[in-house]
């Protein structure tokens, strides 16, 4: 006796629905792991730059606070400092705002009651080893501003100022959140 086998048609659908989703996932990861390896490229730091750190007393809440409150208050200057074109003018703009950012610095020290020494810094300054984006940065000294708050101990943010670009590092580990459509389109999908 010979068994037909019959396929009904609502299986058909969610075997055809569950294979778009497949193949959506994975164009949305082909898409990622390109979009990834194409931004690794951009994030290494060259030879010629200039950074930037700020660093804390400690890693308690009121110094981390404290550590923000200042970094706020000279983020309009490093604005101005990020706008340069050339490393040359990026120089100028640190030196010629100096004396602005100190000054900004006490003033929030004292606006959130905060009394640990700040010591800012242009010059070349000791960076230790950093992983970021796959990439090893050696120790070493480097052209840099750096704002060393108290005993600065705690966990720093650190920012290349010239060429422009900012990342965020606790506790010595890389600690960065991107967020991509891709990631979030997945997500839904799944969902």
């Known amino acids: 006796m010979n068994k037909k086998i019959i396929i009904r048609p609502t299986l058909n659908r969610k075997v055809g629905f569950l294979m778009k989703k497949i193949l959506i996932i994975l164009a949305v990861i082909i ?13 290494v730091i060259p030879e010629e730059s ?15 606070n404290a550590k923000e409150q200042i970094q706020k208050s000279v983020e309009t200057d490093l604005k ?4 340069a074109n050339s490393i040359e003018e990026t120089r100028e703009n640190i030196i010629n705002n100096l004396e602005n950012i100190k000054q900004n610095i006490e003033i929030t020290k004292k606006n959130i009651n905060y009394d640990k020494d700040v010591k800012v810094n242009y010059g070349l300054n000791y960076f230790p080893e950093k992983e970021f984006m796959g990439n090893t940065y050696k120790a070493g000294y480097y052209e840099s501003l750096v704002v060393e708050i108290g005993k600065a101990e705690g966990s720093n943010f650190w920012c290349v100022l010239f060429p422009p670009l900012c990342m965020m590092e606790n506790e010595g580990k890389e600690e960065v959140e991107y967020t991509f459509f891709l990631k ?8």
């Open 184 to 191: 979030n389109l997945i997500s839904k999908i799944i969902n």
């Open 50 to 64: 200039i950074r930037y750190r700020i660093i804390p007393n400690s890693n308690s809440v009121e110094d981390i």
């Open 80 to 83: 101005k400092i990020m706008e």
């Open 31 to 43: 898409l990622i792991l390109i979009y990834n390896n194409e931004d690794k490229k951009y994030l």
